[in-house]
C-alpha cells in the first residue's frame, strides 16, 4: 500500500517543484488539489526569483495544483511504498495558469483539436554518463564502466561500449517498466558514456510527461552506481553535445490518416507547409529549444549538431530530416532541439512551428541533399539573441500565450544576469597577466 505521494508540476526549467503528502491527504485533495505560491513558475535554474516579472502576482498568491490522476505512477527507487503525479495547475477562479508548461502544450493541442488534427511525437533523448564531481571549476570526468576503465574516443553505435554501462542501464530500464515510462531503444552515441533513450510514438503530453520524469529516473539509476547522468546539452569541451530530437508527425482525428501523406505514398503539401513553418519559426523559437547558456555551446561550426534549419530527406546534418517512412509513419525530426530543454516547452513550441506553417501555407526551401554545416549558421548565437527575436515574434506569442512568453523571458533573463556575474577560468587565464 502507498504510504507517501509525490505531487509535482515542472516549472520553466522542467524542474520538480511540488509537495509530498501522505496517503490519506492525498484522497482527500484530489478534485480541489494542493495550493503551491505562484512564484514557483518564476524560479530560475539557480532557485532564484523574477521578482520584477509584470506577470507574476505582487501578492505571492497560491494557485491550485490539482492531480491528473492518468500520471499516477509508482516511484520505483523507494523502499517505503511511494507514488508520485504530475498536476495541472489553476488559479483560485478555477481558469488554467496560463504560463504553466504543461498548460502551455496543452494550449497547442487545442489549437490542433479545433481544426481536427492530432500530432503524434516521439522524443530521442541523449545523455552522459560522468563521474561524481563536486568541484563545479573542475571538468567532468568520464566515470569508469564494468570493464574497469574509462571510455574514449567516439565510439557511435558500439555495442561492447554500451555493454559496459549496463548495470546502469539494466536498472534504468527497470525504474522505467515499473513506473510506466515507454522506452523503445537504446544506443551508444558519439561521446564517450553518452546513451540516446527513444520515447515510442505517442500522445505530445504523456511523451511529455514521460521524458520529464525519465530524466530523475535517470539520474537516481546512475546515482545507484556512484555515476551522474547529466542532461546538459554540453557537459564536455571538444565532445559532442546531448539533444533531444523530437520524430512529429500530425494525424486527423476522424479516422486516423497521416496528413503528410498523399494516397499514392508521396509527400503532401500539408508536410511541406509543416516543414515551411518549422523553417520559419525554430529561429525564433530557440530559447524553447536551448534555453540555457551552455545549449549554444552546441550550436557551433564545428559540431555534429544542426546550426541551421535547411531540410533534408534522411539528411542528418540538416535540422529538419524527413526520414525515410511508410506513408503511415511519414515525419518530421526537429534535430536542433538541446537535451536540457524542458520536454513540453519544447513539444509545444515544435508543435506551433509546424502549425503556423499549415495555417499560413507556407512553403520550405527546396530539399538539401549536401552537407547543411556547410550552408552557414542561420540560428541565434546565445541565449539573449534568442530570447529577444522569441519576445518580438508576434505568431508564436499569439499561439504559445502572451503572458506565458513574457514569464519565460523573465525567467530566462535573470539566468543570463546571474551567469554574467560569473568569472571563468578562461578570463583568469587569458586576461589576468596578458591585457
Excluded at 97 to 114: H, I, T
Excluded at 132 to 160: H, W
Excluded at 365 to 390: M, N, Q
Amino acid at each position: 500500500m502507498i504510504d507517501e505521494v509525490e505531487c509535482m508540476v515542472p516549472d520553466m526549467n522542467g524542474i520538480m517543484r511540488g509537495k509530498i503528502i501522505p496517503r490519506e491527504d492525498f484522497i482527500r485533495v484530489i478534485e480541489d488539489g494542493i495550493r503551491l505560491p505562484e512564484f514557483l513558475f518564476f524560479q530560475a535554474v539557480t532557485g532564484d526569483t523574477a521578482d520584477e516579472s509584470t506577470v507574476v502576482n505582487p501578492l505571492d498568491r497560491d494557485i491550485r495544483a490539482v492531480p491528473d490522476i492518468a500520471t499516477l505512477r509508482l516511484v520505483p527507487w523507494y523502499d517505503e511504498p511511494t507514488a508520485q503525479v504530475i498536476c495541472d495547475c489553476y488559479f483560485m477562479d478555477g481558469r488554467p495558469v496560463d504560463f504553466a508548461p504543461r498548460q502551455v502544450l496543452r494550449r497547442v493541442l487545442e489549437r490542433y483539436a479545433a481544426l481536427g488534427l492530432k500530432p503524434v511525437v516521439a522524443p530521442e533523448l541523449e545523455f552522459y554518463l560522468v563521474a561524481r564531481n563536486d568541484d563545479p571549476d573542475l571538468p567532468l570526468a568520464v566515470p569508469k564502466g564494468l570493464s574497469g576503465r574509462r571510455e574514449s574516443g567516439r565510439q557511435a553505435y558500439g555495442i561492447e561500449h554500451a555493454n559496459d554501462y549496463d548495470h546502469v542501464v539494466n536498472l534504468i530500464y527497470d525504474y522505467c517498466e515499473r513506473s510506466r515510462i515507454e522506452i523503445a531503444t537504446m544506443a551508444h552515441e558519439a561521446g564517450p558514456a553518452q546513451l540516446e533513450m527513444n520515447f515510442r510514438h505517442g500522445d505530445p503530453i504523456e511523451r511529455a510527461d514521460q521524458t520529464f520524469l525519465f530524466k530523475r529516473t535517470a539520474r537516481l539509476a546512475a546515482r545507484r552506481h556512484d555515476m551522474v547522468a547529466t542532461f546538459m546539452a554540453m557537459p564536455h569541451q571538444d565532445m559532442p553535445g546531448s539533444a533531444t530530437h523530437i520524430h512529429q508527425s500530425v494525424i486527423e482525428t476522424s479516422g486516423g490518416r497521416n496528413i503528410f501523406a498523399n494516397a499514392d505514398g508521396s509527400d503532401s503539401d500539408a508536410l511541406l507547409h509543416y516543414i515551411g513553418g518549422l523553417q520559419t519559426y525554430v529561429p525564433a523559437a530557440m530559447s524553447l529549444f536551448c534555453p540555457n547558456v551552455n545549449a549554444y555551446r552546441r550550436i557551433r561550426l564545428e559540431s555534429d549538431a544542426p546550426i541551421n534549419v535547411h531540410w533534408g530527406q534522411d539528411n542528418r546534418t540538416c535540422g529538419l530530416r524527413v526520414p525515410d517512412s511508410p506513408p503511415e509513419a511519414r515525419r518530421v525530426e526537429n534535430r536542433v532541439i538541446g537535451a536540457d530543454s524542458n520536454p513540453y516547452l519544447a513539444t509545444a513550441a515544435t508543435l506551433a512551428c509546424g502549425l503556423l506553417g499549415l495555417e499560413e501555407q507556407r512553403m520550405p526551401e527546396p530539399a538539401v541533399t549536401v552537407d547543411a554545416h556547410k550552408l552557414g549558421v542561420s540560428l541565434p548565437w546565445h541565449i539573449h539573441e534568442a530570447l529577444s527575436v522569441l519576445e518580438q515574434c508576434a505568431p508564436l506569442r499569439d499561439i504559445l500565450g502572451e503572458r506565458f512568453v513574457d514569464a519565460f523571458i523573465d525567467v530566462k533573463r535573470l539566468e543570463w544576469q546571474l551567469y554574467n556575474k560569473v568569472i571563468s577560468s578562461w578570463e583568469r587565464e587569458y586576461l589576468l597577466l596578458n591585457v
